[in-house]
């Protein structure tokens, strides 16, 4: 393989594909494949919620833990993320402002307040990403700033003119974005104990943390149900429920092949739940 795809390998590997059906998943909710699809201005915005939205904010994050991502066992593949020094992260802030700056400049065109959204997502990680101030190790703190991600709901709405989802909605989604992030904070409780880095995770202790996972689940599975009636993800969350009430009694620990089954079941269910939702418009 040449210097330069084993280059773009490694950005590509900085932004997380693994994790991309997330910022997709907001980004999509808004809109409707039988309106958008058609229209030039939907697919900048799904590029621009991909690879160039990721490596921003995942490029970050690498920038400020080098030393825990080191000694972190699921680091180092597309899935959760490079295992990268500072030496080869030291050309990510021009890089990404290449990236960003056609998007920014788009932003600033087409709408001046999508600009506004940008530059809240952008403070939103600053925020959390702060090396002796940030949000990510001060519990329960980070858990506020991961509802940022939501701000990605009113740039598509309004990028694609579409209707802005009504407030259930945007708890729902909230409860995903919760659950999704105390969720990667137990697979990494072992290094962040090592690194002396503070997450509610270990504030909480494993099995309480599940506790708060199990109800976030089931919170979201009775608004699927009571609110918006979508029965076949309703059931696929119970289902997960279940799981979840069987890993709680007989797993206490994760390795790399319970990370790895984890990440391919977290992306298969993250786009068929994203694929379903979009089609039936069952959540907006």
């Given at each position: 393989?040449?210097?330069?795809?084993?280059?773009?390998?490694?950005?590509l590997m900085?932004?997380r594909?693994g994790l991309?059906?997330?910022?997709?998943?907001?980004?999509l909710?808004?809109?409707?494949p039988?309106e958008?699809t058609?229209?030039?201005l939907?697919?900048?915005?799904?590029?621009?919620?991909?690879?160039?939205?990721?490596f921003?904010?995942?490029?970050?994050?690498?920038?400020?833990?080098?030393?825990?991502?080191a000694?972190?066992?699921r680091?180092?593949?597309?899935?959760?993320?490079?295992?990268?020094?500072?030496?080869?992260?030291?050309?990510?802030p021009?890089l990404?402002?290449s990236?960003?700056?056609?998007?920014?400049l788009?932003?600033l065109?087409?709408?001046?307040?999508?600009?506004?959204?940008?530059?809240?997502?952008?403070?939103?990680?600053?925020?959390?990403?702060g090396r002796?101030w940030?949000w990510r190790s001060?519990?329960?703190?980070e858990?506020?700033?991961?509802?940022?991600y939501?701000v990605l709901?009113?740039?598509?709405?309004?990028?694609?003119?579409?209707?802005n989802?009504a407030f259930a909605?945007?708890l729902?989604?909230?409860l995903?974005?919760?659950?999704?992030?105390?969720?990667?904070e137990?697979?990494?409780m072992?290094p962040?104990?090592q690194?002396?880095?503070h997450?509610?995770a270990?504030?909480?202790?494993q099995r309480?943390?599940?506790i708060?996972i199990?109800?976030?689940?089931?919170?979201e599975s009775?608004?699927?149900?009571?609110?918006?009636q979508?029965?076949?993800?309703?059931?696929?969350?119970?289902?997960g429920?279940?799981?979840?009430?069987?890993?709680?009694?007989?797993f206490?620990?994760?390795?790399?092949?319970?990370?790895?089954?984890f990440?391919?079941?977290?992306?298969?269910?993250?786009y068929?739940?994203i694929?379903?939702?979009?089609w039936?418009?069952?959540?907006?």
């Amino acid at each position: 393989m040449s210097r330069f795809f084993k280059q773009l390998r490694f950005w590509l590997m900085v932004s997380r594909p693994g994790l991309w059906f997330q910022t997709v998943w907001l980004y999509l909710l808004p809109t409707s494949p039988h309106e958008q699809t058609g229209n030039a201005l939907f697919w900048v915005g799904f590029v621009f919620v991909t690879f160039p939205l990721n490596f921003l904010v995942y490029g970050w994050n690498d920038r400020v833990d080098v030393d825990l991502d080191a000694i972190n066992p699921r680091k180092g593949n597309f899935w959760f993320g490079a295992q990268a020094t500072e030496n080869e992260l030291k050309n990510w802030p021009i890089l990404c402002a290449s990236v960003l700056a056609p998007f920014v400049l788009f932003w600033l065109w087409l709408d001046r307040l999508l600009l506004v959204y940008f530059t809240l997502i952008v403070l939103v990680n600053a925020l959390y990403n702060g090396r002796s101030w940030g949000w990510r190790s001060k519990p329960p703190l980070e858990l506020i700033n991961v509802l940022g991600y939501l701000v990605l709901i009113p740039f598509s709405a309004l990028l694609n003119q579409s209707q802005n989802p009504a407030f259930a909605t945007y708890l729902y989604l909230g409860l995903f974005c919760l659950q999704a992030h105390l969720m990667g904070e137990i697979m990494d409780m072992e290094p962040d104990k090592q690194a002396n880095r503070h997450t509610t995770a270990l504030l909480l202790g494993q099995r309480a943390t599940k506790i708060l996972i199990m109800i976030l689940i089931a919170s979201e599975s009775w608004l699927l149900f009571h609110h918006f009636q979508e029965w076949l993800l309703g059931w696929f969350l119970a289902a997960g429920l279940v799981w979840l009430v069987f890993d709680f009694f007989y797993f206490q620990r994760y390795g790399a092949r319970e990370h790895k089954l984890f990440a391919y079941a977290m992306n298969l269910f993250g786009y068929a739940s994203i694929a379903w939702v979009w089609w039936q418009q069952s959540l907006t």
